[in-house]
């Protein structure tokens, strides 16, 4: 019986999407020549295929020929993709095909076959001089789950926030009166009843809490609570959760309008900045302590530049690697036909030709060859993954994430324990810090 494949890494899974979607996007036609096809799952792919026959026809009245050339072979070539699928997988597919522009008035076919993390919600086809990416981009970021509640004495809403997704998980109703038109010692023994069926409807609550979001409290980024009033305080100090459901309630709590469905969109909506900032957040204090490390003397637990990194990895001393989301590098394999030396450097598309053209760093002799080009952060994600090291990606829209970027190429590590520091990596670190 064959092992099942092995998990992928959701950083790295969501480093290869948002990747695939830069190259993607920087493809250019030299006319309305590039065709984007978003198929949802669950659509029929019978009326996609129609769908395509009447635009392959339209496009025959094209007036240039080498854009009606090209639009036909996209069309033709998005369908014979099609017919490969029986049905659309589960979270739909997205095709981009056409021909983008190389230069000096020439071009090149492009296919692109996206099966995105998130289901698609919409079907759609446009032709036009750019792929529309905007469906997939709102998938960038990790699918992060996040629990839900909206509570008052009425009622409660349970769900879940799976990236930008809303679950519907429960909706509880109470039997707590509102009001009542008792007066004298009847208004006492009905406001005790009244109590005494809100604090019955809140320990329900908070069994059902405990009943949906305790097993996934290791996954659990955080829980949201909302509502109208002062019932969601009362009910979150009060200690009605479990306790270690208790330590992941976000502060603070969120005033909501409703508390039926609606109301967990709309505390969603509420919590959207606060939980942006808890990411950003997580990301200062990561990065703080990398820089409290570099500001260390030579017993630093630091690491950074090419030979110090790539020392540290393969003596499997990384424990935290910290890589920027922006960072686009391949690792690039040479060797040289004179002398048979073979080295590796971590490139960008633009340093690639200039490397490739210089002499062999040993003998001097002709430019070595490139022998392999790999994903930069694929091959770091595996090598400190193999030793029993984490990977943090870190984004650039905080100052510390841009730090990374600019002072430290966009990669860096807190190490197990001290590794040598050459002295031009320790001057380095006393500028950058």
């Not at 992928?8 to 020549?33: C, M, N, W």
């Not at 369908?79 to 589960?90: D, E, K, L, N, S």
């Not at 499997?316 to 690792?331: H, I, Y």
Request: charged fraction near 25%; charge should be neutral; glycine fraction near 8%.
């Amino acid at each position: 019986m064959a092992s099942p494949a092995p998990a992928v890494d959701p950083q790295l899974a969501r480093y290869s999407f948002q990747r695939k979607l830069d190259e993607i996007a920087a493809a250019r036609g030299r006319a309305t020549e590039l065709i984007s096809l978003y198929v949802p799952p669950g659509k029929q792919l019978s009326d996609v295929m129609g769908y395509l026959r009447n635009e392959y026809a339209q496009s025959s009245n094209i007036k240039s020929r080498t854009t009606r050339k090209n639009v036909m072979w996209a069309i033709e070539s998005i369908m014979g993709r099609v017919r490969q699928y029986r049905t659309p997988p589960a979270n739909g597919v997205a095709f981009f095909v056409g021909s983008k522009a190389v230069g000096a008035d020439k071009s090149e076919p492009v296919t692109f076959i996206v099966e995105p993390p998130e289901p698609l919600n919409t079907y759609l086809y446009r032709c036009d001089s750019t792929f529309y990416l905007d469906p997939l981009l709102d998938m960038v970021h990790e699918p992060e789950l996040w629990g839900l509640l909206v509570i008052d004495r009425a009622e409660a809403t349970f769900g879940f926030l799976r990236g930008k997704r809303v679950e519907v998980l429960r909706n509880k109703q109470s039997q707590v009166p509102s009001k009542h038109g008792r007066g004298g010692q009847s208004a006492h023994r009905f406001e005790r009843l009244i109590e005494h069926a809100a604090h019955d409807f809140f320990v329900r609550c908070a069994e059902i809490a405990t009943e949906l979001f305790l097993p996934k409290k290791d996954v659990l980024k955080g829980i949201l609570v909302g509502g109208p009033g002062g019932t969601k305080e009362f009910f979150v100090k009060e200690g009605f959760l479990h306790y270690e459901l208790q330590q992941k309630v976000v502060q603070p709590l969120f005033d909501t309008g409703y508390t039926d469905d609606y109301g967990l969109k709309e505390l969603v909506d509420h919590a959207t900045q606060a939980i942006h900032g808890l990411e950003i957040v997580a990301e200062k204090e990561v990065v703080q302590r990398f820089l409290n490390e570099v500001r260390k003397a030579d017993a630093g637990l630091a690491a950074y530049g090419a030979t110090e990194l790539a020392a540290a990895i393969d003596a499997g001393a990384v424990a935290l690697l910290l890589v920027s989301e922006g960072l686009r590098k391949n690792w690039v394999e040479f060797r040289c036909a004179s002398c048979g030396y073979e080295f590796g450097r971590a490139l960008t598309e633009s340093e690639l030709p200039k490397v490739a053209a210089a002499p062999c760093p040993k003998c001097g002799g002709p430019a070595p060859a490139v022998v392999s080009s790999t994903d930069y952060v694929e091959r770091l994600f595996a090598k400190v993954q193999a030793s029993g090291g984490e990977i943090r990606l870190i984004s650039t829209e905080s100052e510390e994430g841009d730090m990374l970027v600019k002072a430290f190429g966009g990669v860096a590590a807190i190490l197990r324990y001290p590794m040598p520091r050459s002295s031009g990596m320790a001057s380095q670190a006393s500028s950058s810090a």
